[in-house]
């Protein structure tokens, strides 16, 4: 069965400091690949996505990802984050074969400290 | 894409009681979807509902217990029945939006908390 793993449940950063979350699947097949994003209060948002061709991809805000598929790692990145990053972050597949349905990873909670 | 809203925002249940949650969408889509976030826990995929048929259960989720309805193109309903305080959970709705694109659009949840 598909799964997504997110290690880092809660992490903790400073203005300006490099972001790293990591997220890996487990998933023989193809696979598309989703990070998304639920800031306070708000809706869950689409972050950014890869389902084909260059494996680093650019999502909204700064964000981007890098798939390897060596590892099955899908990890987010951002080179400095802001106050505004606080946020929950969750990581999702979806296979070629049932690309509907998506398996959400268990989330990191993003603390940005001003 | 796709604006999704969702009524009650939150409710407070006895134990026993169902239910029943409103999923909207500003524009016509074909496939609609239910999750469940329980407390410290990542989204679970309830059902897919898509017009003109029957929805499609995930494992461990039946229809007595969360019957879904999808009269049209831009409206569902979940319902949770005969509730317990396991119950307790974030109910979300989303659409893949546009057709066939993978991606999902989600509603701003419905809180459920059963005592």
């Known amino acids: 069965a598909q799964s997504v793993s997110q290690h880092n449940h809660h992490v903790i950063l400073s203005e300006a400091a490099s972001l790293e979350l990591g997220c890996n699947y487990s998933y023989g097949g193809t696979v598309n690949l989703f990070w998304y994003v639920q800031y306070p209060g708000q809706h869950l948002q689409l972050l950014l996505k890869?389902?084909?061709?260059?494996?680093l991809v650019k999502g909204i805000k700064g964000f981007e990802a890098e798939f390897i598929k060596s590892k099955f790692s899908f990890n987010l990145r951002k080179p400095s984050v802001q106050w505004s990053d606080t946020a929950e972050y969750f990581c999702?597949?979806?296979?070629?074969?049932?690309?509907?349905?998506?398996?959400f990873g268990s989330g990191t909670r993003l603390s940005i400290r001003p | 894409s796709a604006v999704i809203s969702q009524k009650p925002s939150r409710d407070i249940c006895q134990r026993g009681t169902s239910l029943t949650i409103q999923c909207q969408v500003d524009s016509q889509v074909t496939m609609m979807f239910w999750y469940r976030q329980q407390p410290g826990q990542s989204l679970t995929l309830i059902a897919t509902?898509?017009?003109?048929?029957?929805?499609?259960?995930e494992s461990g989720f039946v229809i007595d217990k969360f019957p879904i309805s999808r009269p049209n193109l831009t409206f569902s309903t979940l319902t949770v029945s005969n509730m317990s305080p396991e119950d307790s959970s974030i109910y979300l709705c989303?659409?893949?939006?546009?057709?066939?694109?993978?991606?999902?659009?989600f509603g701003p949840g419905t809180r459920l908390t059963v005592t």
């Open positions: 890869y389902f084909s061709g260059d494996p």
């Open positions: 999702a597949v979806t296979s070629h074969s049932s690309a509907s349905k998506i398996i």
């Open positions: 509902a898509n017009q003109g048929s029957e929805a499609t259960y």
């Open positions: 989303s659409v893949e939006d546009p057709p066939g694109s993978y991606e999902q659009y």
